[in-house]
């Protein structure tokens, strides 16, 4: 580990559309990607929103759905890690 990143895949910055999903609800919310690696990603909302434990991020411009964990949320800031396996194009 250098310069103290846990990362396990160096991220590339990236400011793309995306949506949560709420898996228990249903719900959409809707996202910028900040940054995104093969392993997890940085998005923002526009307010805070309080995130269950496991979401869905959807990546609207190639619509791929990734089922992921939320690992920190601050503000109007949320990491998620993505779950082993869990990309889906539909």
Do not use: Y
Request: charged share 20%.
């Amino acid at each position: 580990m250098q310069n103290g990143d846990a990362r396990r895949a160096p991220r590339l910055k990236a400011i793309k559309a995306g949506q949560v999903i709420i898996v228990s609800t249903g719900t959409a919310v809707d996202c910028a990607i900040r940054n995104i690696s093969a392993t997890g990603a940085l998005i923002r909302f526009e307010e805070p929103v309080e995130l269950p434990e496991q979401v869905e991020l959807v990546i609207v411009s190639h619509d791929i759905h990734i089922r992921a964990n939320v690992a920190w949320q601050s503000g109007t800031e949320a990491g998620v890690e993505f779950e082993p396996g869990a990309v889906s194009e539909s």
